[in-house]
Structure formats: C-alpha cells, structure tokens
C-alpha cells in the first residue's frame, strides 16, 4: 500500500478522533446538564436511583468518549499499533453495548412506563406547592407541554394539600391557559370554585409519548449515524493498524 495513502489515513483518524473527542465532551456536558439543571425533569424524578445513574453513567461515556478519542488521536499520529488494536476493541465493545442498551430499551419499554408512573405519583403526593426545586422543574413540565399529571388530573388525588381541601384546590401549572381568566400564578396551587378543575385534560405521559413518536425519525437518524460513525472508525483503524510495518517510537513525544 503506498505511503500516501497511509498519510492520507493516519490524518484522516486524527480528525475523526479529535471530532469523537468533542462529541464526548457534548455527551459529559449533557449528562452534567440532567443532573445539575433546576429546570430539567431529572429534578422531578430525584428519588429514582435508575434515573441519576443513568446520567452518572451518561458522564461516564463522555468521559470514556474523550479518552478513546485521545488515545485514537495519538495512535493514529505517531502510527502506535496497539494504540490502535485498543482502539478498534474499545470502540467495537461500546457499540456491542449499544446495541444491547437499545434492544432493552425495546422490549422493556412497558416496565419502564410503569416505573415512571410510579415515580411520578410519588413526586405528586409529596408536592409541596412551594418554591422548592421539584416543585417548579414539575411545574415547568405541566405548563410548557400542556398537561396535567403523568397519566391525567386524577394522579394528583393522593396529594395531602388537595385531600384536605375537599379537592377544591388544584395545582396552578395544570391551570388549561384557553380557559384562564386573569391573572394566575404559575406554580403552586390554585383554588377552583367547583370540584371540577379548569386543567388541562391529557397526562404528560401521552404528551410525551407524542413528541417521541413525532421526533423517531430524527432519533433513529441520530442512532445510526453514530453506529456508521463507530465502524468506519473501526475501519479505519485497523486498516491502518495492518499498513503500519514498522513503528517508529522515537516520534512520541517524552513529555
């Protein structure tokens, strides 16, 4: 294999790896974001422990993301083959888990679903109508997707500052905007002149169903391109891992 095609290669991995370097730095910045944000849904759901490990282990990939790019990036440079035997390895097993993370996903879908009511409803329960921070990330979700508990208006019957209002108390964020009439606030809890609430009537769970179903295309787009990503950097490396004849470790750098 000519020499040039070699350079052409060992730069062209550089590149890809110092993009793949960035992409991990996004995805730590993300999970960051989940984890720290008071206006993400990650503040509602704070007591479910498969919820924060899922954006601890978000951080992770990232994290794992930008070291596999460093270490492509210096094997790919200073033409290191077993940088880039670690290379292909690392990035063959992590789409391998992909794979496995998305076929769970898949199947355990309804187990999850019932899962998230459950911890919505106790997030419901234990509303507190104040200005606490799961009290306003729960209520940014109601009023900017348009709905009204996960499953519908009747989840917020086990709150204890509703039942002891003979249920004429009703959260202010479910307040349905095409009916208001004034001034209402925009969190905690409002008092309805009949039992029945002005609210919204569908559940965020079908709002949410719904910006899924309507965004699939584009997340399915995302997840294959990030597969083709993986295997033409597998490619790649291990072409160049098998044209490299000799390696030259004076290159690298001491310090």
Known sequence: MGKGCVTATKYFLFIFNLIFF???????????????????????????????????????????????????????????????????????????????????????????????????SKVLDNYPGNYSTTAQAWDFIQRNMECCGWNGQSDWNGNMVIINSSQLLFPCSCYNMSVATGNISESGFCEAQTPEWPVYDTGCALNVESWLLTNIGVVLGICVAIALIELLGMVLAIWLCKNIHREDYTKVPKY
Request: with cysteine; hydrophobic share 60%; glycine share 12%.
């Open 22 to 120: 960035l992409l991990g730095g996004v995805i730590m910045g993300f999970g960051l974001w989940l984890l720290l944000d008071n206006q993400s849904f990650i503040v509602v759901l704070n007591d479910s422990i498969a919820v924060k490990a899922a954006c601890y282990i978000l951080i992770g990939v990232g994290t794992f993301a930008m070291l596999l790019g460093f270490l492509g990036c210096l094997g790919a440079i200073y033409e290191i083959r077993c940088l880039l035997g670690l290379y292909f390895t690392c990035l063959l097993l992590i789409l391998i888990a992909e794979i496995v993370a998305g076929a769970l996903i898949y199947f355990q879908k309804d187990v999850l679903n019932e899962e998230m009511s459950k911890i919505v």
